[in-house]
Antibody, heavy 121, light 111 residues
Framework: QVQLVESGGGVVQPGRSLRLSCAASGFTFSSHTMHWVRQAPGKGLEWVALISYDGSNKFYADSVKGRFTISRDTSKNTLYLLMNSLRSEDTAVYHC??????????????WGQGTLVTVSS | QSVLTQSPSVSGAPGQRVTISCAGS?????????VHWYRQLPGTAPKLLIY???NRPSGVPDRFSGSKSGTSASLAITGLQAEDEADYYCQSYDTSLSCSVFGGGTKLTVL
């Protein structure tokens, strides 16, 4: 069965960096575009970034552009999110999610449980 | 402020029918992009409930249905059950922002 397991969250000071990981299993990782979606405490869902199935295309939300970098390692079936220059408003649970197909409006058919990132001094 | 607009809350008694609306604009739903719906129980990951406006993934009961018209979409739940109490989110794509967008979520309370 499809499984997505995030790790790497924690408490970090403003301006510092953190790298999140998402271990994928139960499907052909190299065939699917992958996304990061975050949810601030008590708030709704916010799309963060996507990477195409082969890693050739990457897109970011304006709120993280220039600070976050999405990447993937097909040999390890793992998705990453490197977060630099963290701000208090980046505090959220970060979910990785798989899309059903490669269309820009594709639904997220599987989600990880998420990893909490808290940016605080 | 979410790009897609949902009512913050809705409620209904067991067995009743409720609808959750999702209002968009000409750059997302109105541009023809599909709408998807997710259910999120407290402390858990969102789960795909309806995809491509009106399709149910395997395992989702037919009590759940979706529709889309113009710049808005709706999720209907019939035969309301206690376990339906959750947060519901709509999602689409916005061509002006060039990204996936979500509604702010609707909290369903089963009375």
């Amino acid at each position: 069965q499809v499984q997505l397991v995030e790790s790497g969250g924690g408490v970090v000071q403003p301006g510092r960096s953190l790298r999140l990981s998402c271990a994928a299993s139960g499907f052909t990782f190299s065939s699917h575009t992958m996304h990061w979606v975050r949810q601030a405490p008590g708030k709704g869902l916010e799309w963060v970034a996507l990477i195409s199935y082969d890693g050739s295309n990457k897109f970011y939300a304006d709120s993280v552009k220039g600070r976050f970098t999405i990447s993937r390692d097909t040999s390890k079936n793992t998705l990453y999110l490197l977060m630099n220059s963290l701000r208090s408003e980046d505090t959220a649970v970060y979910h990785c999610a798989r899309v059903f197909h490669s269309s820009s409006s594709a639904p997220f058919d599987y989600w990880g449980q998420g990893t909490l990132v808290t940016v605080s001094s | 402020q979410s790009v897609l607009t949902q009512s913050p809350s809705v409620s209904g008694a067991p067995g009743q029918r409720v609808t959750i609306s999702c209002a968009g604009s000409s750059s997302n739903i109105g541009a023809g992009y599909d709408v998807h719906w997710y259910r999120q129980l407290p402390g858990t990951a969102p789960k795909l409930l309806i995809y491509d406006n009106d399709n149910r993934p395997s395992g989702v009961p037919d009590r759940f249905s979706g529709s889309k018209s113009g710049t808005s979409a709706s999720l209907a739940i019939t035969g309301l059950q206690a376990e339906d109490e959750a947060d519901y989110y709509c999602q689409s794509y916005d061509t002006s922002l060039s990204c996936s967008v979500f509604g702010g979520g609707t909290k369903l309370t089963v009375l």
